[in-house]
């Protein structure tokens, strides 16, 4: 009787300590460092253009830069970098086989671009990282070099826009690009002449697009976020307190357990006495998909209610478990029959007889939290 209520007391003692597996909390706009070769990306897509040439001002043409007339065909390759989460570079190479209307007349203007822009993803800005966010929307700022291939002429140009990505996976995606280039007027491989020009948007070349297209993440495509150190050291304390208090309650559980056991000490121990000590299985606990014990010290319960099933000539029943968030039924079923097979026969190491041993498994459950409390095997006195 002594061992038995020893044995059931810290039993409660370990399975009240156990501490909930949870994640460690992190701060929401801060992330580790990555390397240099980490958060690179390609691109390639298909776009729309609209030529806007300085010389349609003042020339008595629709002012519309969307007009039929202007839509032609590009393409475009680029190759970018994420810094941060928030900010980022991005070389882009594109291509139009264009025209341009001069004089109430169409003419050819192929021409390229070579740009440098600067990303900013408002999305991890204002509402943190989160590598599976399905939509980023990242407006751009830059500039580079055109060349007009019709005309073999090169100059400066700035360039803005908005960018949106699509995640498919973690290293594929969608991209849809809305643009707009500045050009110097004689882009279009005509000098500015005589017309006057009112603003900066009417001296000037400029250009228009919508471009749709694939996106590449390469080798290492996301951030690891920073721990919060406050926190965690809030969580810790507030963890040793309630072990404390429960440990506190386990003493107290203790100290009304021997002074039961004080008052029955002189009595015999019949069947009647063995059931009411039969509520509190211990646990035998396993790592997952393995039927080996994880850790040797959950025995040590185990051994003291050994000792009391071979003085006491009582039969126990080991019943094992599995988690039902990993695994197929059948497969969770077999696993938790071999869990409850090795404590079994780690009680016949201890001394139990065999045949009064009986083993049940209970295949894949969900009854504790978190779900690797479910991976184990139960003792107890049989009814």
């Avoid at 680029?78 to 264009?98: A, D, H, I, N, Q």
């Avoid at 080798?219 to 721990?227: A, D, E, R, V």
């Avoid at 090795?342 to 009680?347: C, F, G, K, Q, R």
Wanted: with cysteine; proline share 2%; hydrophobic share 35%.
């Amino acid at each position: 009787m002594k061992k038995l209520i020893i044995a059931l007391a810290m039993c409660g003692l370990s399975m009240s300590a156990m501490a909930q597996e949870t994640t460690d909390p992190t701060l929401k706009h801060s992330v580790a460092t990555n390397s240099f070769w980490s958060n690179w990306f390609l691109q390639a897509g298909a776009d729309w253009n609209a030529f806007y040439s300085n010389e349609e001002h003042g020339s008595g043409l629709s002012r519309s830069p969307f007009k039929k007339f202007r839509a032609v065909p590009g393409f475009s390759v680029g190759v970018g970098k994420w810094f941060t989460p928030g900010l980022g570079l991005r070389t882009k190479f594109s291509g139009v086989w264009g025209r341009t209307v001069v004089d109430e007349h169409k003419h050819k203007n192929n021409y390229w671009t070579l740009n440098e822009h600067i990303l900013f993803n408002l999305s991890n800005m204002f509402c943190g990282y989160n590598e599976t966010r399905v939509w980023n929307a990242i407006p751009f700022l830059g500039g580079g070099i055109n060349r007009n291939c019709s005309y073999d002429r090169y100059n400066m140009n700035l360039a803005a826009g908005f960018l949106n990505t699509f995640r498919l996976s973690k290293h594929f995606g969608l991209y849809l690009e809305l643009g707009w280039t500045y050009a110097e007027s004689d882009f279009d491989g005509v000098e500015a002449g005589g017309t006057s020009q009112k603003s900066l948007w009417e001296g000037k070349d400029n250009k228009f697009y919508a471009e749709v297209g694939m996106q590449f993440n390469l080798g290492k495509s996301t951030w690891s976020k920073t721990p919060d150190v406050d926190a965690i050291k809030a969580l810790s304390q507030s963890q040793i307190e309630a072990l404390n208090a429960e440990l506190n309650d386990a003493k107290a559980e203790n100290t009304r357990l021997k002074s039961l056991l004080a008052a029955k000490k002189d009595e015999p121990v019949g069947k009647n006495d063995v059931k009411t000590y039969t509520n509190t299985p211990l646990s035998v606990f396993f790592n997952i998909n393995k039927a080996t014990i994880a850790s040797r010290k959950d025995l040590v319960n185990v051994e003291n209610l050994a000792e009391y099933a071979k003085d006491n000539k009582v039969n126990l029943v080991v019943t094992g478990y599995a988690d039902s968030s990993t695994g197929s039924a059948a497969y969770n079923q077999k696993l938790s029959e071999r869990r409850a097979e090795t404590v079994a026969n780690e009680l016949v190491k201890m001394g139990v007889s065999r045949d009064q041993i009986t083993t049940e498994g209970m295949g894949g459950v969900k009854e504790l939290s978190p779900v690797s409390y479910n991976r184990r095997a139960t003792v107890k006195i049989a009814d």
